[in-house]
């Protein structure tokens, strides 16, 4: 059986609430999903280099991941 991809998008009242929190510290609520095992999957291309140069391993762009 294949394995169901869940993706949230969005910048509802609990989005921005987490987008604020995130924005403040960026690498930490990363390296967070991270060590619990989720997949991080950036916006655009340009996004994906600003996580690798913040040693933040991305798995390739949303685009990529909804395919």
């Known amino acids: 059986m294949d394995k169901t991809k869940i993706v949230l998008v969005g910048y509802g009242s609990q ?3 987490i987008a604020e929190a995130i924005s403040a510290q960026p690498d930490v609520f ?3 999903a991270l060590r619990k ?3 991080i ?3 655009s291309n340009e996004d994906v280099n ?5 040693k933040v ?7 990529e991941v909804l395919r």
């Open 15 to 17: 989005g921005t609430r």
């Open 30 to 32: 990363a390296h967070m």
């Open 37 to 39: 095992g989720y997949s």
């Open 41 to 43: 999957y950036a916006i």
């Open 50 to 54: 600003k996580f690798k140069e913040s």
């Open 57 to 63: 391993d991305v798995q390739g762009t949303l685009s």
